[in-house]
């Protein structure tokens, strides 16, 4: 007879390996959970970075930290540290082998990989799950798909990069400092910086990021990144160790059903990545633990938000400023860095901001347009309400 799973994972990536290793832990064996992947292995693919703000699972896997951080625009550069938040390294590859470790481990959870589902139906009792090997029922299930085509279908800005790890023949990074942002590149792309993550003096992940509409051919971000590497270190000779490439929607509208469903999107689909910067590792943890502990307990009423209601109205609010005053980003990101003291920028950009930390990032804003932006805003759901 088909077996029903209480639970189904589609799509075994950030959001659905972390929701599974939650899910082990949270429930007791007798519940049966499947996971559905296309990839038949994890090679690296992407790398994770994050302030430690929080405790997770996987900080086993962390693969490097930095104490200090600094944004570069107009010649001029600001340099942030924390002791109390490392900006701390994940390696794709190291989270893989930890969440598929555990899972595992406990006989509960069936992982199907080069499994790709092609359809779910909900029905009155229970999912049907369409696959390339097959067909299954889940009692619930957790979409974590996450559709190129329909990220650029939301209209919203987007943030795009392509990234690569590079070792030079000569030492030229200072391995004691990331660079989030330097703005002094061109910026004929879009709103454009480049994120530089320094692991030694000779090793270092260079990338080019770009906020627009449309995401640019892989060839114009290598470009940026020769070009970068030359103008910035005078540095044409290198080896690239590995490469990736990334679309993350800047929206704030996307969300989990605010009532549980039998079909629940998860991930980016379900606006786990924030808007405003892209950070997703984090708060996918954290929603993840919260569903499967709730699931655990039996409270069903509701689903989790990503973040608070003030943390997306602030999305929202800074996202339309970028979206129509796309030249000034480049001003507005360095006097965040440059006026809101370290810590409190980092749980505001965290989402676990206290009022005095969003007042004193308010302060760091541009009256004008931001008042602008937040009545409209507020006059926009006023409306809609
Ligand atoms: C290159 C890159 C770098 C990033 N860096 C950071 C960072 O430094 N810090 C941070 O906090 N966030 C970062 N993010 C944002 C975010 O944390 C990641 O995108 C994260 O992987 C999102 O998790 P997800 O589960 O939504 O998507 P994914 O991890 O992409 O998982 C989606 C999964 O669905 C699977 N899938 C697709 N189609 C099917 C199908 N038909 N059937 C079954 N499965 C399917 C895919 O194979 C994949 O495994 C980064 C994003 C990218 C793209």
Request: charge should be neutral; aromatic fraction near 12%; proline fraction near 6%.
């Amino acid at each position: 007879m088909e077996t029903v799973y209480d639970y189904a994972i589609v799509g075994a990536g950030c959001s659905g390996l972390s929701l599974a290793v939650e899910l082990v832990h949270a429930l007791s064996g007798d519940r049966r959970i499947a996971v559905f992947e296309p990839r038949q292995s994890y090679p690296l693919d992407r790398v994770w970075c994050f302030w430690k703000t929080t405790m997770h699972r996987f900080s086993q896997a962390i693969g490097y930290e930095w104490g200090q951080w600094k944004v570069r625009f107009n010649g001029h550069e600001v340099i942030q540290a924390s002791s109390h938040f490392p900006y701390q390294y994940l390696p794709g590859d190291a989270f893989y082998a930890a969440a598929l470790e555990t899972i595992d481990r406990f006989p509960s959870a069936d992982l199907f990989l080069q499994t790709a589902v092609t359809d779910i139906v909900e029905n009155k009792s229970d999912v049907g799950i369409s696959t390339n090997r097959g067909a299954f029922r889940a009692k619930v299930v957790f979409d974590g798909r996450n559709d190129v085509n329909q990220l650029l279908n939301l209209g919203s800005l987007l943030q795009h990069y392509t990234g690569q790890k590079i070792q030079a023949h000569r030492p030229v990074f200072d391995n004691r400092t990331v660079t989030l942002m330097d703005f002094d590149v061109s910026q004929r792309h879009g709103i454009t910086f480049v994120y530089v993550l320094p692991f030694s003096e000779n090793e270092a992940l260079v990338e080019p990021t770009v906020i627009s509409h449309l995401p640019l051919e892989t060839d114009v971000y290598i470009k940026l990144i020769r070009d970068y590497l030359n103008d910035r270190f005078g540095l044409n000779d290198y080896e690239v160790l590995f490469q990736e490439q990334g679309v993350i929607p800047m929206t704030a509208e996307l969300s989990p059903p605010n009532v549980p469903t039998r079909l629940i999107p998860i991930g980016t689909a379900a606006g786990m990545v924030k808007g405003s910067t892209g950070y997703g590792f984090l708060p996918i943890q954290k929603w993840s633990r919260s569903i499967a502990q709730d699931i655990a307990a039996g409270r069903h009423q509701r689903l989790p938000k990503p973040r608070s209601w003030l943390s997306t109205c602030m999305d929202r609010i800074f996202l339309s400023f970028l979206a129509e005053h796309p030249s000034e980003a480049p001003e507005v990101f360095f006097h965040l860095f440059q006026r809101v003291p370290s810590d409190r920028l980092v749980r505001f950009l965290s989402d676990r901001a206290s009022i005095i930390d969003i007042a004193r990032v308010i302060a760091a804003m541009p009256k004008r347009p931001f008042i602008r932006q937040a009545g409209r805003i507020t006059l926009a759901g006023g409306a809609a309400s």
